[in-house]
């Protein structure tokens, strides 16, 4: 009788197990099924999953594997939920930034008063939120680098995005034993421009503004498209070359690069626009002197004015366009500090960036436009560079 109870036990708890992996099989089936994954038309690095419940963010590496997930939920609804490392009540009250870029989605948005902690406060270009990190509302937490751990732990934001540099490991290891949900925005590590503003379809979930991020979004990719169609009708493709020389090496944008593609879109002739780097090109001066030296146009020297570019290196002079003086840099919007809105707002705006190399290049293209992030580079400047 012991025996036979035995073994009816172990067949009812074979049963009540069997039941259980279908019931959870079945319920993660529900899950998948009720998930509507957003299309993203340029983006490869994050991804949105919506449910009538909740919001997956996923967000990857370059090599495709997934870096971290957040859950946005309403109500702090726990039944059913898939995993992630984070789940956070919808929509946050309470933001902290560690790069220029994530301000400039968040006032894209509407949302900078969300912004309680920031890195790098003194580089900031917004008006708004000078006054507030003046007033004390926002908290600096240091910078990716280096950050403010005490500071952040004390502001307890309901979510820190940070810039997804590897480096910054332990500080995410810290915020998440702390509690502190952290999503990194590796935006930069797209190859293509409008995937990087399309990042603030990402934004946009933790503020429950996700219509408004699609209707800029659109707007903004129809303005850079009209202005590359228009860019192909000119004749005249005039060379061109950016960056400059830093430690003996010269960072030059690959052909399948953001910024590559937009130089082609401008309608200039690049010289790597044939390569196929996805990233930076490696050089030394001298293959820059050898195969650019006569280009018509430079654009982005790490330099405020001519006086500056002449004494970095004695092999400058040789260049056309510092000759001609056709050298320009996205340093007209400048802070009191030297530090300037491209790399804030900028991310927002790929189709004033594109339009102001296009009225650079080609002046007919746009009568009576004044370039909004770039300038010709004066003789002198009263601004310093931080090297």
Request: glycine content about 4%.
């Amino acid at each position: 009788m012991n025996l036979k109870k035995h073994k009816m036990k172990k067949i009812l708890i074979f049963l009540f197990v069997l039941t259980t992996i279908i019931s959870c099989g079945n319920n993660q089936n529900k899950t998948k099924k009720d998930l509507n994954t957003k299309n993203l038309d340029y983006a490869r690095l994050f991804q949105i999953d919506n449910n009538k419940n909740y919001t997956l963010i996923t967000t990857r590496k370059k090599d495709g594997t997934v870096y971290n997930k957040i859950l946005l939920v309403k109500n702090e609804i726990k039944k059913d939920l898939p995993k992630a490392d984070f789940i956070i009540n919808k929509p946050v009250k309470s933001i902290g930034v560690l790069s220029s870029t994530h301000i400039g989605f968040l006032v894209a948005l509407n949302s900078e008063n969300l912004i309680t902690g920031c890195a790098n406060p003194h580089r900031i270009y917004n008006k708004q939120l000078q006054s507030r990190i003046k007033n004390g509302s926002i908290v600096n937490i240091g910078d990716d680098m280096k950050c403010n751990i005490e500071s952040m732990i004390s502001l307890k934001p309901d979510v820190i995005f940070t810039t997804g540099f590897e480096y910054n490991y332990n500080t995410k290891k810290i915020l998440k034993k702390a509690g502190i949900p952290f999503i990194p925005i590796s935006e930069w590590k797209e190859s293509n421009i409008l995937g990087r503003t399309e990042w603030v379809k990402l934004f946009a979930a933790f503020v429950n503004k996700q219509k408004l991020a699609d209707s800029i979004f659109k707007e903004t990719t129809s303005r850079y498209n009209r202005y590359k169609k228009l860019a192909k009708t000119f004749k005249n493709k005039p060379t061109i070359m950016w960056g400059s020389n830093f430690k003996g090496t010269w960072y030059m944008p690959g052909g399948k690069s953001y910024i590559g593609q937009m130089l082609v879109d401008a309608g200039s002739n690049y010289y790597f626009s044939k390569d196929t780097t996805k990233g930076s090109i490696q050089l030394n001066i001298e293959n820059v002197i050898e195969n650019m030296q006569d280009a018509d146009f430079w654009l982005a020297p790490s330099a405020y004015s001519i006086s500056e570019i002449k004494k970095q290196d004695k092999h400058y002079h040789i260049f056309k366009s510092l000759k001609t003086r056709n050298v320009f840099n996205y340093d007209k919007r400048m802070n009191k500090n030297g530090f300037n809105d491209y790399w804030e707002s900028g991310i927002m705006h790929p189709d004033i960036i594109l339009k102001d190399i296009i009225h650079i290049l080609h002046p007919e293209a746009f009568k009576n436009y004044n370039t909004f992030y770039f300038r010709k580079i004066p003789e002198t400047s009263k601004y310093k560079r931080e090297y």
